[in-house]
């Protein structure tokens, strides 16, 4: 059984960090395409950073230059370092994973967590 299982998020002011975790299980990790997501209220989810199986990356670019997506694959875990963050970086974050990237890509990923919630005040 495939578990995406979110982690790290919290309320910090406005350039702050936070790093949050995403641990996998239930499918071979190293073979799929990773990434994350996020949502504010009354806002659509939009991607904000993905890995590839290769370990190449791709950003959003208002994140770029701010957030490291980045995997441990012996632990099996996604990792979203974000720095000097922002009020509208608020929302809740979704680790995200599938075999293809273009479902990834669009936001159509098989599997997804249950999200953690991330509020930049400033």
């Known amino acids: 059984q495939v578990e995406l299982v979110e982690s790290g998020g919290g309320s910090v002011q406005a350039g702050g960090s936070l790093r949050l975790s995403c641990a996998a299980s239930?499918?071979?990790?190293?073979?799929?395409?990773m990434g994350w997501f996020r949502q504010a209220p009354g806002k659509e989810r939009e991607r904000v950073a993905t890995?590839?199986?290769?370990?190449?990356?791709s950003y959003r670019e208002s994140v770029k230059g701010r957030f490291t997506i980045s995997k441990d694959n012996a632990e099996t875990t996604l990792y979203l370092q974000m720095n000097s963050l922002k009020p509208e970086d608020t929302g809740m974050y979704y680790c995200?994973?599938?075999?293809?990237?273009?479902?990834?890509?669009?936001?159509?990923?098989?599997?997804w967590g249950q999200g953690t919630q991330v509020t930049v005040s400033s």
């Open positions: 995200a994973a599938d075999d293809t990237l273009l479902r990834l890509w669009i936001g159509s990923a098989n599997y």
């Open positions: 890995i590839n199986s290769d370990g190449s990356t």
């Open positions: 239930g499918f071979t990790y190293t073979r799929y395409y």
